[in-house]
């Protein structure tokens, strides 16, 4: 039997060349089909936003009151934030007024009322446009 034998063959590198260029067609078909469809497009903001805040108060592990004034300019850019403490019926808060349709996220921390006191509290971030 000859080489030739009438099957068809194509080159590996030329059959490389045409998997990798259908799959980018592809990639690039879907990220424009994402982009045009209409949809909530914009992520939850309170756990990162409650991430920062926590950082800037709480260095360490225990919120301190007195880091609560100014701690909302940590917020994304673009939105506004609320940072709200509370520990053994006390409350310290910061930023605007919160809107009923605010991304909240909050969490359980330890939070220092007096010099070698903690007592347990709730650090809460509201962030909106």
Known sequence: MSRSSGRGQTEPLAAIVAVAAVGIGLSLYAGVLDATLPGERDRSTAPAALERVDRDVAPGGVARP??????HNVGPDGYRTNVT???????????????P????????IGVRVAPATVRPGRLRVAVWR
């Open 85 to 99: 403490l509370t520990a053994g019926g006390r409350r310290w808060s910061t930023g605007p007024t919160v809107p």
């Open 66 to 71: 007195e880091r609560i004034p100014g701690s």
């Open 101 to 108: 349709d605010a991304d909240v996220a909050g969490e359980r």
